[in-house]
């Protein structure tokens, strides 16, 4: 029996996939969780073969828990369940060592023959992400990365260097890089461009 823990803050897409996996006689979903710090718990808690997790979500995102566990040493395989056909999350998602990347639209025996797949070692990727994901480098850098989302959701560059434990020069730079990386007119323009290709 392969042993899963489902993430993802839509309370009735949660339902309607723990229901449609439970329908396979060797899936056994042990716990659903609606944001990243419930699915942490639930990980700690249940040791599942499996974490299937959203990106987006309250709390630590799908990236951010693929993130923790990975560095954590856990033996939990994370898969990707996403809307969210953007190379960048791709990319990140292989960094952060998870092992599957499907798309929500995708036939419900093809999410289970990925988990098979996923749990019996393999990686499943749906293939025409994989093929952009490789023509779509994402040209920041961590700091950058932090410095940008921040800025995008508002934050004031004092209250970004105070927060990141950073000099309010340097976060200038970083945000000065960034823009000039993506080719935008101003903080503003260069979150949303970095959101877009999923790259934050």
Not at 56 to 70: D, K, N, S, Y
Not at 154 to 160: F, M, P
Request: glycine fraction near 8%; include cysteine; proline fraction near 2%.
């Amino acid at each position: 029996m392969i042993r899963l823990v489902l993430a993802e803050d839509q309370a009735m897409v949660c339902g309607a996939l723990a229901a449609l996996l439970r329908l396979e006689t060797d899936l056994a979903v042990v716990a659903e969780a609606g944001n990243g710090d419930a699915a942490w718990e639930a990980v700690q808690q249940h040791a599942p073969d499996l974490l299937v997790t959203d990106i987006e979500m309250p709390g630590m995102t799908g990236l951010e828990l693929a993130q923790r566990l990975h560095a954590a040493g856990s033996t939990t395989r994370v898969v990707i369940l996403t809307t969210f056909a953007r190379a960048g999350y791709l990319r990140r998602a292989l960094e952060a060592g998870v092992r599957g990347y499907l798309l929500k639209d995708a036939p419900s025996e093809q999410l289970a023959a990925a988990l098979r797949q996923v749990h019996a070692g393999g990686r499943a990727i749906d293939p025409q992400l994989a093929a952009a994901a490789w023509d779509d480098a994402d040209p920041l850098t961590e700091r950058e990365r932090a410095v940008l989302r921040l800025a995008g959701e508002g934050v004031k560059s004092a209250e970004i260097a105070e927060r990141l434990h950073l000099s309010h020069g340097t976060v200038r730079n970083y945000l000065s890089e960034a823009i000039g990386k993506l080719g935008a007119a101003n903080r503003i323009e260069a979150y949303r461009t970095a959101r877009a290709r999923g790259w934050l």
